[in-house]
């Protein structure tokens, strides 16, 4: 991997570097990689972070709580077989326990305990996200509890229906057909207003493992801001894409060969995305923040096909 950081003014909005050392260690989910918060891209009010999981974690999540809203996402890194997560995970939200085996999106609204979330078994490596809604500040999570552990199993206390808040599969519904060969069509949307009501954020992601022909175009979104990831999915090379791209920002200019998260500032012009070499498959997602729909989406989404 090569120091292809840029001088252009824009380099700012790219976070190529992921924060490891904010969180403790943990057994079969290392490093935790911080890719956004209001420390790497200063008032920001989102945190992410990523991890290979690679064998049970040990210790797992356990029960805690925080005032924001979160999305988690358990995804694949099979880019044949991108819903069949690979290991068997035990969740509980309010106290309402449920399992999953395949790639599944969680939405846990503010205040509602989640935990413990317990691996029992791992059969391959998968790659989960955890996304906070409203705050940048991750200490929110180092404090919440979540790293300690709790004496007993939760109750659940209440008649809500914390199944809805579980994702298991996706909504096939965005992405070009003349990329189909080249990059996953269509693509999963695991996170909308029409699979959680609850929720008004959009996030869609699938594989590219091949030179994308036609390659995307730039695009301005006037009315909401933007979250863009690219990730690999090698667990002996965390922070590896996989691959080496362009990913204008601005009008300018900007390459990567390393994971990177992109903060688009509504009105920020971003792309054209184009693929340069692709080694092993890496996912590319797309969070619109609050635009529930794939029509909310592509409504404000204003597109330049003539740029090179």
Not at 115 to 140: A, C, Q, Y
Not at 259 to 284: A, M, Q, R, T, V
Request: aromatic share 12%; glycine share 6%; with cysteine.
């Amino acid at each position: 991997m090569t120091d292809l950081k840029s001088k252009s003014e824009y380099e700012k909005y790219a976070i190529r570097q992921p924060d490891m050392a904010l969180f403790p260690k943990v057994k079969g989910r290392e490093p935790i990689m911080t890719y956004l918060n209001n420390i790497l891209f200063p008032g920001v009010p989102y945190h992410i972070d990523m991890s290979f999981i690679t064998s049970v974690p040990e210790p797992h999540i356990f029960e805690h709580a925080i005032d924001y809203d979160r999305i988690y996402i358990f995804w694949s890194t099979d880019h044949k077989n991108p819903q069949a997560l690979g290991a068997t995970i035990e969740c509980y939200i309010g106290g309402y326990r449920t399992e999953f085996s395949n790639t599944t999106s969680l939405f846990i609204p503010k205040g509602v305990r989640l935990g413990p979330v317990n691996w029992l078994k791992v059969n391959r490596p998968h790659i989960m996200m955890e996304f906070i809604l409203g705050t940048g500040d991750s200490s929110v999570l180092k404090t919440s509890g979540m790293f300690e552990p709790k004496d007993a199993l939760p109750q659940k206390r209440d008649d809500i229906n914390y199944e809805q808040y579980v994702i298991r599969s996706p909504l096939r519904e965005a992405g070009d057909p003349r990329q189909g060969p080249y990059r996953m069509y269509p693509t999963m949307t695991y996170m909308s207003s029409r699979q959680c009501k609850a929720n008004n954020n959009y996030i869609e992601f699938g594989y590219v493992w091949d030179i994308v022909e036609p390659p995307l175009p730039r695009m301005t979104h006037h009315n909401f801001d933007e979250i863009v990831l690219h990730f690999g999915s090698d667990p002996d090379n965390p922070t590896s894409l996989g691959g080496h791209m362009r990913f204008d920002v601005g009008r300018d200019k900007l390459e990567f060969d390393t994971n990177y998260c992109i903060w688009l500032p509504k009105g920020l012009s971003h792309g054209p995305l184009i693929w340069y070499d692709i080694k092993k498959p890496f996912i590319e997602m797309a969070i619109m923040l609050n635009a529930g729909t794939v029509e909310e989406y592509a409504k404000d989404a204003n597109f330049e096909f003539d740029v090179k």
